[in-house]
Each structure stands twice: as structure tokens, then as C-alpha cells.
């Protein structure tokens, strides 16, 4: 019986995800998700995502941050790619996180598109990681940020890379 759910936990992982959708309005930037898996909601700009079930591992932001004055799109690209980590470090430093830095920002290609991928280990009740995925846009960066326990990270990595796959940016 047991192995029965288990083939059908991975089953519906594997299986057609049931598509959901969200917009950003101001600069049009759209992510579609398992709904299965995920509950999402506009807060202001960014666009929030709650874990609803063990594969997703925690909730993950999708961040819009603008290009400051004075710098192209790929240079502030540059810029925050290589800032994230340090960023997140001085954060969680002030919570008294304990954070390391496990994978340093490294450009790779996912479903076609050139991004930047991180992550931080915190102490936290137990350990925890923050993962990381910079994307350049013409307004400035999209940045997706997810949060699992170490032991849920590998799996919910997986889940993870999904969600950067259904992210849209609009070409202006």
C-alpha cells in the first residue's frame, strides 16, 4: 500500500501540471505554475507563492526591481547578480542566521534564457537554504527567490526550476 502512494506521489509530480496563471500589470511580466502546488497572490509588484504541498519545499517570491538611473539593464544586472548573496548575507547576519554562502552566483541556461543561480545556507530551528534566480529584463532584474529546510532543498529544487521555466518577460 505504501509503495502504491509513493508511485502516485511521484506520479503527480511527473504528470501534466494543471497551469496557473498570474500577471504582474505594471510591466506585464506573467508566471505560470502547478496550481497543485502553489497559491499565488500580487503583492504590490512582486508576486508571492505559498507552498501547498512537500515537493514545492517553502513559498518563494518573484521580485521586480527597476534599473537605477545611470546604468544599463545588463550592467545592473551584473551589478545585483553579484550583490545577491552579500545582500542576503548582511540580512540574515542581522537575524543571527548564521549564513553561508553554498553557491556562488553562476550564469546558466534554463528553458533557454541565460540567468543567474545562488544559494545561502542559514541556521535557523534547523538548517535552512535560500535559492536564488536573477533575471536580466529591460525595466531591470526578475528575481525568483525560494526558502526550504536542507533536507527539503534537493527535491523542492526541482519544483523550483519549473516555476523559473513559467516565468515571462515581455521584450520592450
Known sequence: MRLAATILFLLSITAPAVAGEISEPAKGVTLTYNDKLWWARLDQRDIVLSCMASACGGDCDVVLTMTPA???????????RNEINKNTIVKASTYGL???VIDKPTIVTINGRDVSQSSVRLRSPGPARTWMVVEEASFGVVTLTCNSSEGEYEIARKTWLDLVKGIVIPKK
Open 70 to 80: 545611470g546604468l544599463t539593464s545588463h550592467e545592473f544586472f551584473d551589478r545585483y
Open 98 to 100: 548564521d549564513p553561508v
